[in-house]
Each structure stands twice: as C-alpha cells, then as structure tokens.
C-alpha cells in the first residue's frame, strides 16, 4: 500500500459524459501527479501539482482539467467522453515535486466509456 | 523526438535464474531515469531512480545501470523469483518536469 488513495475504483459512463476522479496524496506530500495508462499508448504524464499550484504540464488534452485543493487532495475532471479515453488513470504523489524524487501511485481508476 | 525504448518486449525465465531488461532513450535534456515494476492492473511501484552521474544503483535483487553517453540503461534481475512477474517499465525525466515512459518489457518467471 503506497499511502496514495485514489476513488473510485472504476467508473463506467457514456460517450459525451463527464466524470471526475479523485486523489489523496500520501501524508505529508505536496505534489501529485496525474498519469493515463491506455492499452495502446502506454504510460502517459499528464500534469503535476504542487501546493495547489500547477507545475508542469504533459499530454494532456484540453478536454481534461485538474485541480489541487488547500488540503492537497486532487481531482482530475474529464469532459466530452470519447471511447479512446478509456483507460486506466493512475494518481502519483511525492514530497516536494524535485526532479529526483520517488513517486508514489495509487492502486488507479479504471475508466470505461461506452 | 524523445523516446524511449525497451527491449525485449516479453521474457520468459525459470525461477532462479538472472535476468537483464534493456532500456534506450534518446531524451535530451536528461534529468533522471527511473525503473518501475508494475503488476497487473495495479500502480507502478519504484525501483530505482538514478541522475546523470549515477552508474549503478541497487534495490535488492534489482540493478540498475546507466550509461549516460551512449544512453542506455539496464536493469538486472538476481535469482528470479515467482513475484518478479509483472512489467518492467523505463521512465527518462527531461529536466522540464515532463516524464517520457517506455512501453515496458513483460517479464513472467516460472516455476
């Protein structure tokens, strides 16, 4: 167990849907990361944030927001559902967000869109 | 174009035996490069983290290696054992916050 909670475990919706997956940091980490994990793409950064504040972006489409709140939990909010965003999305967190730092990932949501 | 590349895709070993993943980048500019290893269906977990000036770094059985020139890396199994199936991933770090995975070898140890 990484310390890194993610909910909810797997989350079935419909094209054109919007959904919003949820992350805890492990105690005490500052920054979280966001990650896709599709079957044909593989693992895919998406964005980090730290202490509320966005810190860097990846491959993340504009259909996709984020946000960190004051008490360091984030969510990840995907809108206008394609079938390609099926996928696993896996929550990362560490310490202060310093390039060296070891992540550590929540068990993921699997997401199905139909 | 940054990339990352493993090799082989899938292994096969018995248990017991040694084991060598291959990881090539041609990411510039290098930060880090990290090995994951992640079961089925669950969250990578961290192996190694390793910076420009690192050769070799060990978590156990695991071992990596770098070499920063040719931009290769390895990571070495000892005396495989049935919980080291699973995918192997190699991540390279930009220096720009961004991560560049690979698409990992499969590995399954049999008894």
């Known amino acids: 167990d990484s310390g890194v909670t993610q909910t909810p475990k797997h989350l079935i919706t419909a094209t054109g849907q919007r959904v919003t997956l949820r992350c805890s940091p492990r105690s005490g980490d500052l920054s979280v990361y966001w990650y896709q994990q599709s079957l044909d793409q593989g693992l895919q950064f998406l964005i980090q944030y730290y202490n509320g504040e966005e810190r860097a972006k990846g491959n993340i489409l504009e259909r996709f927001s984020a946000q960190q709140f004051p008490d360091l939990h984030s969510e990840l909010n995907l809108s206008s559902l394609e079938l390609g965003d099926s996928a696993l999305y896996f929550c990362?967190?560490?310490?202060?967000?310093?390039?060296?730092?070891?992540?550590?990932f929540g068990p993921g949501t699997r997401l199905l869109v139909l | 174009k940054n990339q990352v590349e493993q090799s082989p895709q899938s292994l096969i070993i018995l248990e017991g035996k040694n084991c060598t993943l291959q990881?090539?980048?041609?990411?510039?500019?290098?930060?880090?490069l990290r090995w994951y290893k992640q079961d089925t269906g669950r969250g990578p977990v961290s192996l190694t983290i390793m910076t420009f000036s690192e050769n070799t770094k060990s978590n156990g059985r695991y071992t990596a290696t770098l070499d920063a020139d040719t931009k290769q890396s390895s990571l070495h199994i000892t005396a495989s054992q049935l919980s080291d199936s699973a995918s192997y991933i190699c991540?390279?770090?930009?220096?720009?916050?961004?991560?560049?995975f690979g698409t990992g070898t499969r590995l399954k140890v049999l008894a």
């Open positions: 991540v390279v770090n930009s220096g720009t916050y961004k991560y560049i």
């Open positions: 990881c090539n980048y041609t990411v510039s500019p290098f930060s880090n």
């Open positions: 990362a967190s560490s310490g202060s967000g310093a390039f060296q730092e070891t992540q550590y």
